[in-house]
C-alpha cells in the first residue's frame, strides 16, 4: 500500500562550519528543539541513460529515519514535490513500478547513486507546541554506481514545512538564512547534485551511446525485456511485465500494433512541462516545426499524465484523454506537412486509447451533472431515496471504468504506442509544405477543418428536432472541436486571429457537447427510473429530471443558431488568412 505526501521544502548551502542561526527570531517560531542525528542510507534507481532524472523524478530504497522504505517523488513546481511511499522491501513495489512506466517503458531500472547522509534534525514550533517546519543539517557522501563513477561530499540545509503549515514561514526562514550568509542551493535535489558531481571522468564502454540516446529520445530496448529491477543485492522485480516487446524506429510506425484491442492532474501543457522535451526538430521558422511542437507537447502530456491517472488523481483522465484526441487531430489537419500514410495508424491507436480512458471520464462527467440536477430541485418533488439510488449507480461504475482506464495503461499495445509515438516524433514523415512558412500553409489546414464543421453544422440546423438531429448535432460537435484544436495548435505560429478563432469554435463546440451530455443524460435516467420502479420506488423523480433534460437540449438547439453566426463571421477566416 503506498501513500502520498506533499513535501514542499527550500534548500540551502552549507559547509562543516556553517552556523544555523537563532531561527526564533522568526515570527511564529517559538522554540527551536533539537531532535537528534539520523544516520540515512539511501540508494536511487534509474534506467541506464537517467529518464527519471531527466524529468526530475527520482525514485529511492532508504533504511533509516521513522519513513525507511521505497520512495517516489514527482516535482510539482519548484520546492515543491509529491512523495508517494511504500514500505521497505527488497523488490520495488508494483504500485511504483506502475508510476514510472510511462517514462522507463521495458527498460530495466537499476541502481544509479548510493547516499549516505548524517542528518541533524531540529523541530521549529509555535508557542503551543505545534510543529511549523523541520530543519535538517545533512553531511552526504555520495557514490556513483554505475561504472566509472566517481565519489562526492558536500553539506546541505533543508528546511521541510510541516503539514498544514503556512507557506509564508519558509520566506522567512529563507530571508533569516540568508542574513547569516547561507545562501540558496543551486541543485533541486540531493540526487542532481550527485548525479552532476559524480559524472564518471570518462564514459565507460557503451555509456556514451545509451547517454546519447536516451538525449535523443530514442526509447529502444537497452535493457531486459521483461521489465526487471536490479537492488544492490541482486534483481528485484516489479510486480509485472513492464513493456512490449515492439523493437523502435521509424521503419516500426505500424508493426508496433500487433496487439489487439486535493490534488488535481495538471492540464494537459502544464503536465508535458514535466517530461524533457525530445525528438527531431526543424528549422524554427517553418510550418513543420511549429507542428511538430504541437505534437511534442501532447506526446509529453500523455506519458506526463500516465501517473496521474493511476494515483486517481481530479481531472487526470479528463487532461490524458485531452492529449489523445489533440494529437490524433493534429495528425488530419496537418496532412499536407506530416504524412497521413505514417499518422494514420497511430491516429487508430490514439482513438483506441482516448475509447478506453472515456468510459471513466464519461461516468464521471455524467454522474456530476445528474447530482446537479437533483440539487437544482425543490425538495417536495425529490420523492424517494434519489440521492442514494444515483450515488450506488455512480459508484458501480466508476470502480469498473477506473478498472479499466488503469489497466490499459499496463497492456502492451498502449506501452508499444507510446514508444511509435516517440519514433514518429526522432524522424518525422515531413512532407514538402512543411518547409513553408506558417502564414502560407497553417491558415488553410484550420479553414479546410472549418469548411467540415460548416457542412455538419448546416446539416444539423437542417433537420426537424428528434433523433436524427441529435446524432448529427453529436457529428457536429466533433467538427468543432476538431476546428478548435486547430486554431489552438497555430496560436504560437499566427497569433491574436488564431486565438480569437478557436475562442469562436469553443463556443460553438461548448452548445453542442451541452446538448450531446443531455442526449447521454436522458438515456441514463431512463434506466435508472425503470431500476427504481423494479425495486418498488417511484419513478417521478427521474421523470422529472428526464424531462428538465428534454427541455435543455430544446435550449441548446435554439441557442446554436445564434452562436453559429457569430462563429462563421467571414472576418474571422479573413484575419486568420492574413
Known amino acids: ?30 522554540d527551536v528543539i533539537a531532535e537528534g542525528v539520523t544516520e540515512l542510507d539511501a540508494v536511487y534507481y534509474d534506467t541506464t541513460d537517467l529518464r527519471l532524472a531527466a524529468d526530475s523524478i527520482t525514485l529511492r530504497r532508504r533504511t533509516g529515519g521513522d519513513d525507511e522504505g521505497w520512495h517516489l517523488k514527482f516535482p510539482v513546481s519548484t520546492g515543491i514535490r509529491d512523495e508517494i511511499q511504500a514500505p521497505l522491501g527488497d523488490t520495488l513495489p508494483r504500485t511504483l513500478a506502475g508510476l514510472v512506466r510511462s517514462r522507463v517503458r521495458d527498460a530495466s531500472v537499476v541502481p544509479v547513486v548510493r547516499l549516505w547522509s548524517s542528518r541533524d534534525v531540529s523541530h521549529l514550533v509555535d508557542d503551543s507546541g505545534e510543529l511549523l517546519a523541520e530543519l535538517s543539517v545533512d553531511s552526504v557522501r555520495a557514490e556513483r554506481l554505475t561504472p566509472g563513477g566517481r565519489t562526492a561530499e558536500w553539506t546541505e540545509i533543508e528546511v521541510e514545512l510541516a503539514d498544514d503549515a503556512d507557506p509564508a514561514l519558509l520566506d522567512a526562514v529563507g530571508k533569516r538564512l540568508r542574513k547569516a550568509g547561507i545562501r540558496p542551493s543551486s541543485s533541486s535535489s540531493k540526487l542532481a547534485r550527485a548525479l552532476e558531481e559524480t559524472t564518471p571522468e570518462y564514459p565507460a564502454p557503451g555509456a556514451a551511446a545509451a547517454a546519447a540516446a536516451g538525449k535523443n529520445g530514442k526509447r529502444g530496448k537497452r535493457a531486459a525485456a521483461d521489465g526487471s529491477v536490479e537492488t544492490a543485492d541482486g534483481p528485484a522485480r516489479p510486480g509485472r511485465d513492464t513493456g512490449p516487446d515492439a523493437e523502435q524506429g521509424s521503419s516500426r510506425y505500424a508493426d ?59 481531472d487526470a483522465v479528463h487532461q490524458m484523454r485531452v492529449a489523445t484526441r489533440r494529437m490524433r487531430s493534429a495528425f488530419k489537419t496537418f496532412r499536407k506537412i506530416i504524412d497521413r500514410q505514417v499518422t494514420d495508424p497511430l491516429g487508430d491507436e490514439l482513438k483506441w486509447l482516448a475509447g478506453e480512458l472515456g468510459v471513466a471520464r464519461d461516468q464521471e462527467v455524467l454522474a456530476e451533472r445528474l447530482r446537479g440536477r437533483i440539487d437544482d430541485l425543490p425538495r417536495p418533488v425529490i420523492l424517494g431515496p434519489v440521492r442514494s439510488r444515483l450515488r450506488i449507480w455512480a459508484t458501480a461504475h466508476r470502480a469498473d471504468a477506473r478498472r479499466r482506464s488503469v489497466a490499459v495503461l499496463d497492456t502492451k499495445r498502449y506501452l508499444a504506442l507510446l514508444d511509435a509515438l516517440d519514433a514518429l516524433l526522432d524522424e518525422p514523415p515531413l512532407l514538402g509544405a512543411a518547409t513553408a512558412k506558417p502564414v502560407d500553409t497553417l491558415p488553410k489546414a484550420v479553414i479546410k477543418d472549418y469548411g467540415r464543421l460548416a457542412g455538419r453544422v448546416g446539416h444539423a440546423l437542417g433537420l426537424p428536432a428528434g433523433h436524427d438531429r441529435d446524432l448529427a448535432m453529436h457529428e457536429a460537435r466533433k467538427a468543432a472541436k476538431r476546428a478548435r484544436y486547430a486554431a489552438e495548435a497555430v496560436t504560437p505560429a499566427l497569433g491574436k486571429p488564431a486565438k480569437k478563432f478557436a475562442k469562436r469554435m469553443k463556443a460553438v463546440q461548448t452548445v453542442l457537447g451541452d446538448h450531446q451530455d443531455s442526449v447521454v443524460a436522458r438515456d441514463t435516467l431512463r434506466d435508472i427510473g425503470i431500476q427504481a420502479h423494479a425495486a418498488g420506488e417511484t419513478a417521478f423523480t427521474w421523470g422529472l429530471l428526464f424531462g428538465h433534460e428534454e427541455a435543455s437540449a430544446a435550449e441548446r438547439e435554439r441557442e446554436l443558431p445564434g452562436v453559429w453566426a457569430e462563429a462563421a463571421d467571414p472576418r474571422l477566416r479573413a484575419a486568420l488568412a492574413g
Not at 505526501?5 to 562543516?16: G, L, P, S
Not at 508496433?256 to 526538430?281: D, L, N, T, Y
Open 256 to 314: 508496433a500494433f500487433g496487439h489487439p484491442g486535493g490534488e488535481r492532474a495538471p492540464k494537459a501543457p502544464e503536465a508535458a512541462k514535466g517530461v524533457k522535451s525530445r525528438g527531431a526538430r526543424p528549422r524554427s521558422e517553418d510550418a513543420g516545426a511549429h507542428v511538430l511542437a504541437y505534437l511534442r507537447e501532447q506526446r509529453d502530456a500523455i506519458v506526463a499524465l500516465d501517473p496521474a491517472v493511476r494515483r486517481d488523481l481530479p
Open 1 to 30: 500500500m503506498a501513500d502520498t505526501k506533499r513535501e514542499i521544502e527550500r534548500k540551502y548551502e552549507a559547509t562543516t562550519d556553517t552556523k544555523v542561526p537563532d531561527l526564533t527570531r522568526v515570527a511564529g517560531v517559538t
